[in-house]
């Protein structure tokens, strides 16, 4: 069992950038696949960006490509998305989730799932 604690989201102007962490339990962290998943009410939760066990391969969504970041460090357990450039169209409730699978933009490989950690962006 793996626990996902996201953190680090918030109000940011347009422009902006914020980065957003996520905290693993556990010692199996290196066995997982990483991603970051983004939903807004009413939409259903898309892919934003990948990473291989690794770290060796990432994956982005097209919306976060030349924008965001994808980065993990197992030694700590955590894996991060850095935002930079941020849009008003950015804003979502984000995820962190874990993946046996490799890298993969597919919602139904990831097994484990934080509870998400909103983030706003103001025009």
């Known amino acids: 069992q793996v626990q996902l604690v996201e953190s680090g989201g918030g109000l940011a102007q347009a422009g902006g950038s914020l980065r957003l962490s996520c905290a693993a339990s556990?010692?199996?962290?290196?066995?997982?696949?990483m991603g970051w998943f983004r939903q807004v009410p009413g939409m259903e939760r898309e892919f934003v960006a990948g990473?291989?066990?690794?770290?060796?391969?990432?994956d982005y969504a097209d919306s976060a490509k030349g924008r965001f970041t994808i980065a993990r460090d197992n030694a700590k357990n955590t894996v991060y998305l850095q935002m930079n450039s941020l849009k008003p169209e950015d804003t979502a409730v984000y995820y962190c989730?874990?993946?046996?699978?490799?890298?993969?933009?597919?919602?139904?490989?990831?097994?484990?799932w934080g509870q998400g950690t909103q983030v706003t962006v103001s025009s």
């Open positions: 989730a874990g993946s046996l699978r490799g890298v993969t933009s597919t919602l139904a490989a990831y097994i484990y």
């Open positions: 556990g010692r199996t962290f290196s066995s997982y696949a």
């Open positions: 990473i291989a066990r690794s770290g060796a391969s990432t």
